[in-house]
């Protein structure tokens, strides 16, 4: 059975640092991409990076190029995001998924087909 | 980056009813459009990729349609565990994935 589950979420100050760990188990861990998706309070999800499966290409959204890190961890089966001069927008649960590239015919889709349960970031002044 | 815009933003329904949810890509993503189910406190559900393709375990009421710009979401038969937040999401551009800005889906 997938399961991711991220851990490291905590209250903190604004501009301060925080990292997130995904450990993920039941597939095999090196031949995914896997990706940050965030929900801020009250509002819809939004993409935060993704990260190949040998760390050969990393994206960032442009709010937290800079900020964040992404990195992974393929002989522990783990994710982790790497927080810097964290700001009150940056409030929210963050959530690890599995970014497999599944085939329609000859044509490619990414999705993220398995998400973990979240862990909640909490950004004060 | 692409922006996507879903109509309505909030939506009510019965059970046994059908709803359409839609999905417009600011420029022509092709079919890379990912449809998903979102209820507070849990982890997003993918429904359907590549514009129409049903994720393995989804209920067949759920379908999916469009290509290009415009997509829309299908939920045939509404079913007590339907009602949540429903997002569409495009990967056409890895680099930057954005969604939809979600749709709520209540009980008339």
């Known amino acids: 059975e997938v399961q991711l589950v991220e851990s490291g979420g905590a209250s903190v100050q604004r501009g301060g640092s925080l990292r997130l760990s995904c450990a993920a188990s039941?597939?095999?861990?090196?031949?995914?991409?896997m990706s940050w998706v965030r929900q801020a309070p009250g509002k819809g999800l939004e993409w935060v990076s993704s990260?190949?499966?040998?760390?050969?290409?990393?994206y960032y959204r442009d709010s937290v190029k800079g900020r964040f890190t992404s990195s992974r961890d393929n002989d522990k089966n783990s994710l982790y995001l790497e927080m810097s001069s964290l700001r009150d927008d940056d409030t929210a649960v963050y959530y690890c998924?599995?970014?497999?590239?599944?085939?329609?015919?000859?044509?490619?889709?990414?999705?993220?087909?398995?998400w973990g349960p979240g862990t909640l970031v909490t950004v004060s002044p | 980056d692409i922006q996507m815009t879903q109509s309505p933003s909030s939506l009510s329904a019965s059970i046994g009813d059908r709803v359409t949810i839609t999905c417009r890509a600011s420029?022509?993503?092709?079919?890379?459009l990912n449809w998903y189910q979102h209820k507070a406190g849990k982890a997003p559900k993918v429904l359907i990729y590549?514009?129409?393709t049903l994720q393995s375990g989804v209920p067949l009421r759920f379908s999916g349609s469009g290509s290009g710009t415009d997509f829309t979401l299908t939920i045939s038969d509404l079913q007590p565990e339907d009602f949540a937040t429903y997002y569409c999401?495009?990967?056409?551009?890895?680099?930057?994935?954005?969604f939809g800005q979600g749709t709520r889906l209540q009980i008339k």
């Open positions: 590549g514009g129409s």
């Open positions: 420029q022509i993503i092709g079919r890379s």
């Open positions: 039941g597939f095999t861990f090196n031949t995914y991409r």
């Open positions: 999401q495009q990967t056409y551009s890895p680099s930057s994935i954005t």
């Open positions: 990260i190949s499966s040998s760390s050969a290409t990393i």
């Open positions: 998924a599995r970014v497999p590239l599944n085939y329609v015919g000859s044509e490619s889709y990414y999705l993220m087909d398995f």
